[in-house]
């Protein structure tokens, strides 16, 4: 293999050889084609340490399975099918090994969550839309923990939400959490938020929950409150751990302007959610699949476009283009 590691390598090259070696460096298409190659990842079905991308690779973090029993908030807004598969398991028959891994031609049946089944393709464009909002989160939590909004021991990112959770005297960590299903992590909780002084209270100190958000320019010139799903996805939350408000920080990617929304949890949309999680339980506890008329087969067609269980759902078109 030729190897050119200096200028003067490089320049004793015919010009033809050094224009050809630039055409074919193809950074972009590399990139592109590594992005595409995540989608073909075999699922986590174990915990397993990996390199911590917030350190360098200095330290480690573990990666556990998605559980497929839990209600995700930010998933809630979508087709109330979808949420009741990644709810539910399936009975599965798997071929019976002897100890050197041969067929002995037995079956057994094991219980699998809905959720190894779902297939889901992202575009390069799209990843990494995705992957500047993980890295927009990074900075945020970053400055939360450098004191940005008060002592740092009072802020808490990637607050972890598990309905499982619980106190040595064997009660709920999260009641609500435990109660509506609720799992996922929440960007930051701050407890407690200090304010110095409010008109004709004093000083106030309130447990809030910080949600970052990404936008571009023409979504962030029409931003006069929080996103309807971004709303349902925080409120969620909110129920989960009891804190009664949320502040939404937008971020405009194409010139770093700042709106912050603080929200407090609104009756009407609790009920909303509560309603929704109950049919979604009824569903997954009684067996029963939703009735289309309740999926977004029939209330948002184009949602099914591109949904990880399309295959397994097929649901009916009725004469709409999906």
Same mark, same amino acid.
């Given at each position: 293999?030729l190897e050119i590691?200096?200028?003067a390598?490089?320049?004793?090259?015919?010009?033809?050889?050094r224009?050809?070696?630039?055409k074919?460096i193809?950074t972009?298409?590399?990139?592109?084609?590594?992005l595409?190659s995540?989608?073909?990842?075999?699922k986590?079905?174990?915990p397993? @340490?990996?390199r =911590?991308?917030? =350190?360098g690779g200095?330290?480690?973090?573990?990666?556990?399975?998605r559980?497929?029993r839990?209600?995700?908030?930010?998933q809630?807004?979508k =087709?109330?099918?979808?949420?009741w598969? @990644?709810c539910?398991?399936?009975?599965?028959d798997?071929?019976?090994v002897?100890a050197k891994g041969?067929?002995?031609?037995?079956? #057994?049946?094991?219980?699998?969550s809905w959720? #190894?089944f779902?297939?889901g393709?992202? !575009?390069?464009?799209?990843r990494i839309?995705?992957?500047?909002?993980?890295?927009?989160?990074?900075?945020?939590?970053g400055?939360g923990y450098?004191g940005?909004w008060?002592?740092?021991?009072?802020?808490?990112? !990637?607050y972890k939400?598990n309905?499982?959770d619980?106190?040595?005297?064997?009660t709920?960590?999260?009641?609500?959490? !435990?109660a509506?299903?609720?799992k996922g992590a929440?960007?930051a909780?701050?407890?407690p938020y200090?304010?110095?002084?409010?008109?004709?209270?004093?000083p106030?100190?309130i447990?809030v929950?910080?949600?970052?958000?990404?936008?571009n320019?023409?979504?962030?010139?029409?931003? +006069?409150?929080?996103k309807?799903?971004?709303k349902?996805?925080?409120?969620?939350y909110?129920?989960?751990?009891?804190?009664?408000?949320t502040?939404?920080?937008?971020?405009?990617? @194409?010139?770093?302007?700042?709106?912050?929304f603080?929200?407090?949890v609104?009756?009407?949309m609790?009920s909303e959610?509560?309603?929704?999680i109950?049919k979604?339980?009824?569903?997954?506890e009684?067996g029963?699949c939703p009735?289309?008329e309740e +999926?977004?087969?029939?209330e948002?067609?184009?949602e099914c476009?591109?949904c !990880?269980?399309?295959?397994?759902c097929?649901?009916p078109?009725?004469?709409k283009?999906?």
């Amino acid at each position: 293999m030729l190897e050119i590691r200096t200028i003067a390598d490089f320049r004793r090259l015919p010009e033809v050889h050094r224009m050809a070696i630039l055409k074919e460096i193809k950074t972009k298409i590399r990139l592109e084609d590594w992005l595409r190659s995540l989608n073909n990842k075999n699922k986590i079905t174990k915990p397993i @340490d990996v390199r =911590c991308r917030n =350190c360098g690779g200095a330290g480690k973090i573990t990666l556990t399975p998605r559980d497929g029993r839990d209600i995700h908030p930010s998933q809630l807004h979508k =087709c109330i099918k979808k949420i009741w598969l @990644d709810c539910s398991t399936v009975l599965v028959d798997y071929p019976m090994v002897d100890a050197k891994g041969n067929p002995t031609g037995e079956v #057994e049946q094991r219980e699998v969550s809905w959720t #190894e089944f779902a297939e889901g393709y992202i !575009e390069p464009r799209l990843r990494i839309i995705f992957d500047i909002g993980h890295g927009v989160h990074d900075m945020f939590q970053g400055y939360g923990y450098r004191g940005a909004w008060g002592p740092s021991k009072n802020y808490q990112a !990637e607050y972890k939400v598990n309905p499982d959770d619980k106190h040595a005297d064997g009660t709920s960590v999260h009641p609500m959490a !435990e109660a509506l299903w609720i799992k996922g992590a929440i960007d930051a909780v701050i407890d407690p938020y200090i304010i110095d002084e409010v008109p004709g209270l004093g000083p106030v100190a309130i447990r809030v929950i910080h949600e970052y958000k990404t936008i571009n320019s023409n979504g962030y010139g029409r931003l +006069t409150r929080p996103k309807a799903d971004h709303k349902w996805q925080a409120t969620v939350y909110a129920i989960a751990i009891d804190a009664p408000v949320t502040v939404f920080i937008y971020l405009n990617k @194409d010139n770093s302007q700042m709106a912050d929304f603080p929200v407090p949890v609104e009756p009407g949309m609790v009920s909303e959610i509560e309603k929704k999680i109950s049919k979604i339980q009824y569903y997954v506890e009684s067996g029963q699949c939703p009735p289309w008329e309740e +999926t977004a087969s029939t209330e948002n067609p184009y949602e099914c476009q591109s949904c !990880e269980y399309m295959k397994i759902c097929n649901p009916p078109t009725n004469g709409k283009v999906r």
